[in-house]
């Protein structure tokens, strides 16, 4: 744990600019470096009544040499314009604008300066002369045994759907975000995450926007089968299901609208009859 003794703490220790109590930060190191390798720049403060983030230095002093890398790299990552993104191969950050400025399809092709790989920056792939990037990614079995074998020295990469950005998870669960264009997606498929009330999410076996590793992924056309008719199926339901709210609700109002005046009479009727049999002694 990360202990900082002193009267206070001062402000540039977080970039919220809060300052803290007199006491001890603690923060968890094996968590911090989770949380690196998952992908993330910014690291909340631990203090539950602050909003702010640690800063760099604090960040960095408490990681492990491979860890440091990463958490540089996924900081400049996220301060990047979609004019610069790294070598696929050792993650030198090359500008498109510097790189190679003209207006030709070849404009996309880029060499790296540091380790001579030849890339595509459009679709962030190993560059594939004489062949759009729509066609190279349909038959992505060459491009999926290249970004599994290795990703800027790293293995297990996934495209971000949005950037088209590699990303490479070391640990941790399949919902990755990017840490440039902040997109959610699935490490296994490479899927954006979709949400719709009703249908259901990513990880729901029998929603269209689910993962296709989690329902028959052997098993493709029957998949699509099965949850297209559940898709149907509630779109179908789901008319019937407002309409039927919206009668039963109206049919709530009405008897509210008719019960409680009786019930108020009835009531007001017997308190009258009980006042009228009382005796005087």
Request: proline share 5%; aromatic share 8%.
């Amino acid at each position: 744990k990360i202990r900082l003794v002193g009267q206070k703490l001062p402000a540039p220790l977080l970039n919220g600019g809060g300052q803290l109590a007199p006491g001890l930060l603690c923060v968890n190191v094996p968590t911090l470096n989770s949380e690196v390798r998952l992908g993330k720049h910014l690291i909340s403060c631990p203090i539950p009544e602050c909003s702010g983030t640690l800063e760099e230095r604090l960040v960095l002093s408490h990681l492990t040499t491979e860890d440091v890398a990463k958490y540089q790299y996924f900081l400049e990552l996220s301060q990047l314009d979609s004019s610069t993104k790294p070598c696929p191969q050792c993650s030198k950050f090359t500008s498109l604008k510097t790189h190679n400025p003209n207006r030709s399809e070849s404009k996309f092709k880029i060499q790296c300066s540091n380790c001579q790989f030849v890339w595509c920056f459009k679709c962030h792939a190993p560059w594939h002369d004489g062949i759009k990037c729509r066609d190279y990614r349909k038959g992505d079995k060459l491009l999926r045994s290249w970004a599994s074998v290795i990703e800027h020295g790293q293995r297990n990469a996934q495209k971000c759907p949005r950037c088209k950005i590699h990303i490479q998870r070391t640990e941790g669960c399949d919902h990755m975000t990017c840490a440039q264009c902040n997109t959610n997606f699935c490490y296994r498929c490479g899927e954006s995450y979709r949400h719709l009330r009703f249908f259901g999410n990513h990880a729901s076996n029998l929603s269209v926007f689910g993962c296709k590793y989690r329902y028959l992924p052997d098993k493709p056309h029957l998949r699509r089968l099965i949850r297209g008719s559940v898709c149907a199926t509630k779109v179908l339901i789901a008319p019937v299901v407002i309409l039927l709210v919206i009668v039963l609700g109206a049919l709530a109002l009405v008897i509210g609208l008719v019960a409680f005046p009786v019930y108020y009479v009835c009531k007001r009727k017997k308190k009258q009859r009980t006042r009228g049999s009382g005796r005087w002694i």
